[in-house]
């Protein structure tokens, strides 16, 4: 049967197996569980939310995937805040990881949020699955934290090339990012049981996510 693949706007049915495929697709990568599919869950609510670049990836009719965004801000030497975006989750069920999907999803997010007039995309995560897609190290774009710091987990892209050069920025990213992980646990255990497990990728993650890069 030949695979037929459409990308499309997140509507309101999809929502339920969204989050169940986030859930899927992040608990005990990081830490034992996940808070992901909790932060899908009131991200939509939020200002920060970015409707027109929530997208679904369906595959021979059934949804495997998803990307949300939110607005985030850099602000420059002199005090000028310029808006920009980040993206997260990004979600493929399990069964369907590593075969190519959630690059279709990013890439085609891509080109939407060129469309909307954006400019740059800051993330936070492990840069062997996305320096792929054109991220770089955030010193590289001088782009560090408030505290000055440059996180190795942080990466940056340019949709528009040199937009950020001349400028040393700080990232800012949306209030809705700051999960309580004492909400996401009740909220997590509404649902479906899943077995936390303790697994070497955690510890892997922990320490990539305390490590920046030298000024």
């Known amino acids: 049967m030949e695979e037929k693949i459409i ?23 990081y ?22 670049l929530d997208f679904v990836l369906e595959r021979n009719g059934d949804v495997i995937g998803n990307i949300m965004y939110t607005k ?13 975006l980040t993206f ?4 493929i069920l399990p069964a369907y990881q590593r075969m190519g999907y959630g690059k279709m999803l990013i890439e085609h997010s891509f080109q939407a949020a060129m469309q909307s007039g954006y400019d740059t995309i800051v993330i936070f995560g492990s840069p062997a699955n996305y320096v792929s897609r054109g991220f770089k190290s ?3 774009y001088n782009v560090c934290i ?18 950020l050069d001349g400028h040393k920025w700080i990232y800012q990213d949306s209030p809705v990012m700051a999960i309580s992980e004492e909400e996401a646990k009740r909220y997590d255990d509404t649902l479906e049981p899943m077995e936390k497990k303790y697994l070497p990728g955690q510890e892997e993650f922990y320490i990539l ?4 890069v030298e000024e």
């Open 7 to 29: 990308i499309r706007n997140e509507k309101k049915e999809d929502r339920e197996i969204v989050e169940k495929i986030t859930r899927q697709a992040f608990y005990n990568l």
């Open 31 to 52: 830490v034992p569980g996940c808070v992901e599919h909790y932060l899908v869950h009131i991200m939509r609510e939020h200002e920060d939310f970015i409707p027109e």
């Open 72 to 84: 985030a801000t850099l602000t420059d030497e002199n005090g000028n805040e310029k808006d920009i």
């Open 88 to 91: 997260g989750p990004v979600s």
């Open 138 to 140: 955030c010193k590289k």
């Open 146 to 163: 408030e505290n000055g710091k440059y996180p190795a987990a942080m990466m940056v892209k340019e949709l528009v090339p040199h937009v």
């Open 209 to 212: 996510s305390q490590a920046f």
